[in-house]
């Protein structure tokens, strides 16, 4: 049994552990360029809001308010020199390139933060995406009346997926749109749309198979666009076979007996 000294000092060690490898002088590099955008804001005299919760207030067609919750990373409240609302969005990934231009997740941060300024005092919105890894500092702005109309716009969209189905949502899978999506290792469209994209991959496969048996798939007669077409296929294919084996583990690792199928004690050399 552990003191309270020994746990103590065990999460401690836990935390400067997890401080050196979770951390690295490159990241203090590429997050300066946010920092000081950040600072000259601040600098500039302006109420600065650092991950600042809001709601934006959707008003739907059949009635009633739904509240789309959010946490910005950085809101500029207007001034009385400046009447301009600025929201800003630390995007530290580098694999998808995140535009400023007509972002859906900063318009209605920007709903959320209009709420906390003085009424009538915004004429325009400033979207910043600061994504260091990928393009840096991205701006758009549009006119208040415009982010207005885009929140009635979007209202009917909103009230469908509260909704689901029955309020006529349609499943739209795709791996752009399905991407960060929890649910997608057992949503059923998505399993369904990734095999349809794998199609035409597997036709080729056979056809290949049934002209030579000696040499099924000759992949150096392919042209490039060919090539780059069917590599996309078999990329989403192998995305596939991954998530159905995390969920198999899944399941299996409480109890469920999947035919053909075992779990295994196995640590990579």
């Known amino acids: 049994e552990l003191t309270t000294e020994e746990v103590k000092a065990a999460l401690d060690g836990l935390k400067e552990q997890r401080q050196e490898t979770a951390y690295s002088h490159q990241m203090a590099d590429d997050l300066h360029e946010y920092i000081d955008l950040v600072s000259d804001y601040i600098n500039s005299g302006r109420e600065v809001l650092l991950e600042s919760k809001v709601k934006a207030r959707i008003r739907k067609p059949s009635g009633g308010v739904h509240l789309v919750k959010g946490s910005a990373d950085c809101i500029v409240l207007p001034s009385e020199k400046v009447r301009e609302l600025v929201v800003a969005d630390l995007k530290y990934g580098a694999g998808v390139d995140v535009p400023a231009e007509e972002n859906e997740q900063m318009r209605?941060?920007?709903?959320?933060?209009?709420?906390?300024?003085?009424?009538?005092?915004?004429?325009?919105?400033?979207?910043?995406?600061?994504?260091?890894?990928?393009?840096?500092?991205?701006?758009?702005?549009?006119p208040l009346s415009s982010l207005v109309a885009w929140r009635e716009s979007i209202a009917p969209r909103v009230e469908a997926a509260l909704d689901g189905v029955g309020?006529?949502?349609?499943?739209?899978?795709?791996?752009?749109?399905?991407?960060?999506?929890?649910?997608?290792?057992?949503?059923?469209?998505?399993?369904?749309?990734?095999?349809?994209?794998?199609?035409?991959?597997?036709?080729?496969?056979?056809?290949?198979e049934a002209a030579q048996k000696e040499k099924p798939f000759a992949i150096e007669k392919l042209n490039d666009r060919r090539l780059a077409y069917l590599l996309v296929q078999a990329l989403a294919a192998t995305k596939l076979a991954e998530e159905l084996k995390k969920e198999a583990q899944h399941r299996m690792e409480r109890g469920a007996e999947l035919n053909g199928l075992k779990l295994v004690n196995y640590t990579p050399p």
């Open 167 to 208: 309020g006529g949502a349609e499943f739209k899978p795709s791996e752009s749109n399905c991407m960060f999506c929890p649910a997608r290792q057992v949503c059923v469209p998505f399993i369904e749309d990734s095999v349809a994209q794998s199609k035409e991959l597997f036709d080729e496969l056979d056809e290949a």
């Open 108 to 142: 209605f941060y920007a709903l959320g933060a209009a709420a906390r300024a003085p009424k009538g005092s915004i004429d325009t919105v400033q979207y910043i995406i600061a994504q260091p890894r990928a393009g840096g500092i991205k701006t758009w702005s549009e």
